[in-house]
């Protein structure tokens, strides 16, 4: 006692063996929502690539509308310039995921209207030939045409249809997008 005055002999804070505790349950936890995380992340990537697919067609096509030229869509490699059919790029991919331009010809030169890089962790598999617009109203030469939309690595929690997005285009060029797979009933 120090003048009289009696301190309270309670304790001012946590145990060590309390502390553990508590470091020992949020490591459970974060470990169990870690999947939930990745997979939402690959689920994001997936809706997000599939979107900027679908407002590039769309940009084309109102291009070759606006223009009154041919627009083309092709798959790029590094350098920005068009692959072949089949062709694989820098990742050793030969699908869309390696990124893609919008192109249109003026005086003979192909000049780029928008590029889109590559995003390896998608997968967009479709069409390997260049996909061109028309004028006057925008039609695409050729039939009727998809791209598929998925991880690229898929897990065990991210495989089926939820995982997956499907772009078609009609032969007026217009392009739509759907949940899942292209060739899942819808």
């Not at 309670?10 to 999947?35: D, Q, S, Y």
């Not at 689920?43 to 009154?68: C, H, K, M, W």
């Not at 598999?125 to 045409?145: E, K, M």
């Not at 690595?153 to 759907?178: D, H, K, N, V, Y």
């Amino acid at each position: 006692m120090k003048h009289g005055v009696a301190l309270p002999r309670g304790r001012g804070g946590f145990t060590l063996i309390e502390t553990l505790v508590v470091v020992a349950l949020l490591a459970v936890i974060a470990v169990m929502a870690t999947p939930s995380l990745v997979a939402w992340h690959v689920r994001d990537q997936v809706d997000a690539r599939a979107r900027v697919l679908l407002s590039t067609l769309s940009y084309a096509r109102s291009e070759a509308v606006r223009r009154g030229a041919r627009v083309t869509v092709c798959r790029v490699d590094a350098s920005r310039r068009c692959l072949a059919s089949g062709q694989a790029c820098r990742a050793g991919v030969a699908d869309w995921s390696c990124g893609w331009a919008v192109m249109v010809e003026r005086t003979g030169t192909p000049m780029i209207l928008r590029a889109q890089a590559e995003l390896a962790a998608v997968s967009i598999a479709g069409t390997q030939t260049n996909l061109t617009f028309t004028p006057p109203a925008g039609q695409l030469i050729g039939s009727f045409r998809s791209f598929d939309i998925a991880p690229h690595f898929p897990s065990g929690a991210t495989q089926g249809e939820l995982w997956r997005r499907c772009i078609r285009i009609a032969a007026g060029g217009r392009p739509r997008i759907a949940d899942g797979a292209c060739g899942a009933a819808s």
